[in-house]
């Protein structure tokens, strides 16, 4: 096998939504792939039809999923000479989406990587956000159960680098609520909603005023959340109602209240007769 016949991976960054920010490699890519790893095999054959280029590369599914089952196979594919490449419903592959895996084994198998590079919802919500952009953190998606989403916030309160998170928009309120009690009200943040779409919207606010229209109407689509970092010094207290909440949920978790209101003390840097003080009031 020549140099030129070794098999390698590419990874196809496809749009967010609008088809003219797909690019001249893009289209390429997919005319000549040998085989193309898509995440929705539907919306692949729709994005060709949009890009008006004709698939001749096998097409198999490769979703969070199916991906540990479907890797080995690809690889075989690369053993071969193939050309694999892989892409998701939008944005770049590998950012919260399908390919890590992929890229992982074919390095490890000595085989060559390379990108089509497209367009990121991560970078493209910070941009639009107004937020400080020096310096970020993407995060991906927040864990979908209060109580460990509420703790995984309560390690990045005080992280000083802007976040970027990726949600889903029936779990976006509740987020923004969590996120205004442990952040603080006042910390300012975007949602960016539908990029590059025809009903594409960036709200911007404090915590507490994106909550409060989340909690107004249905907020629908896709959905990027840039948070602004930290400010210099201690993070802001939560409010007593959220410090007996915490409480109540650690011992409903099967604590003692002693251990709760501890824990309670440690995560929030306070002092634990303070914390007894709220509880027994």
């Known amino acids: 096998m020549t140099a030129d016949e070794k098999g390698r991976v590419v990874l196809a960054g496809a749009p967010l939504g609008n088809i003219g920010d797909a690019s001249t490699r893009l289209r390429e890519v997919l005319a000549t792939a040998d085989v193309i790893a898509a995440e929705d095999t539907r919306r692949l054959a729709r994005l060709a039809r949009d890009l008006g280029v004709t698939v001749t590369g096998r097409v198999v599914s490769y979703f969070e999923g199916n991906d540990e089952r479907r890797t080995p196979e690809l690889v075989e594919a690369l053993e071969s000479g193939a050309v694999v490449a892989v892409v998701t419903d939008g944005g770049m592959p590998s950012v919260s989406d399908p390919g890590y895996r992929l890229v992982k084994a074919a390095l490890e198998a000595g085989f060559p990587v390379t990108a089509a590079p497209g367009p990121s919802a991560v970078t493209t919500a ?29 390690e990045l309160a005080a992280e000083p680098r802007t976040l970027v998170f990726f ?23 975007a949602v960016c909603r539908e990029l590059t779409k025809t009903y594409e919207e960036v709200r911007r606010g404090s915590l507490a005023e994106l909550a409060e229209w989340a909690t107004a109407g249905e907020v629908r689509g896709e959905i990027t959340l840039v948070v602004a970092g930290a400010p210099a010094g201690p993070p802001e207290r939560p409010a007593d109602d959220v410090l007996r909440a915490e409480v109540a949920a650690r011992e409903a978790a099967g604590a003692t209240r002693r251990d709760a209101i501890q824990a309670v003390a440690d995560d929030f840097g306070l002092k634990k007769r303070d914390v007894y003080g709220l509880v027994h009031r």
């Open 126 to 154: 910070l941009a639009l956000s107004g937020l400080a952009s020096d310096r970020f953190v993407f995060e991906g998606f927040l864990p979908r159960t209060g109580s460990h989403r509420r703790s995984r916030l309560r």
């Open 167 to 189: 949600e889903a928009p029936h779990r976006i309120e509740s987020s923004l609520t969590d996120l205004a009690a442990t952040f603080g009200a006042d910390r300012l943040a």
